[in-house]
């Protein structure tokens, strides 16, 4: 394995994010982020490379969190907005492995984890949902033509952490 020395490499903090909508998760299949659906989109995602980063690099992920959009007029809304973020589940995973698995309300704050993207692997969010739990949220929408629609609902998944850059000769 080569050695890496200080002079060798440069790094950056990077806070990478993508989103996601409930209604996004409307299929019994898991939704994965970070790929290409949002790319050029950036009020929904900063990444340019679908699931990775730059060639020569990789990221040293340090923490992880989540932020919405989404504020709540009533008491049902909210107990079924709560509901359904207790019935969501966030799974990071580099390559084909999961990493870190957390329920989505316990992103709400910043979560240490330590894991590393080597260079040109792939990674994700993937997201699990209860479908029966989506399905009350989702009933709380109003429907379309209503005078003043809500803002589409959002939730940002945030990976944060530093992207160690290799000299593009390969020199390491």
């Not at 993937?126 to 709380?140: E, F, G, H, K, Y």
Request: proline share 10%; hydrophobic share 40%.
């Amino acid at each position: 394995m080569p050695r890496v020395t200080a002079p060798d490499t440069k790094s950056a903090a990077v806070n990478a994010w993508d989103c996601f909508s409930p209604g996004d998760l409307a299929t019994d299949n898991p939704l994965d982020m970070f790929g290409g659906k949002h790319i050029g989109q950036l009020e929904l995602t900063n990444m340019q490379i679908s699931n990775m980063f730059p060639t020569h690099t990789y990221f040293h992920v340090q923490k992880w969190y989540a932020r919405t959009n989404v504020v709540m007029r009533d008491a049902l809304s909210e107990d079924v907005w709560h509901a359904w973020r207790q019935a969501t589940v966030a799974t990071l995973y580099i390559g084909q492995r999961p990493m870190t698995m957390r329920p989505l309300p316990e992103l709400d704050g910043e979560l240490a984890i330590n894991h590393v993207v080597p260079a040109a692997e792939r990674f994700s969010v993937r997201i699990w949902t209860n479908q029966s739990a989506l399905r009350a949220l989702l009933d709380l929408v109003p429907p379309p033509g209503r005078p003043e629609p809500a803002p589409r609902a959002l939730i940002w998944v945030h990976l944060e952490g530093q992207q160690v850059i290799y000299p593009p000769d390969g020199s390491y």
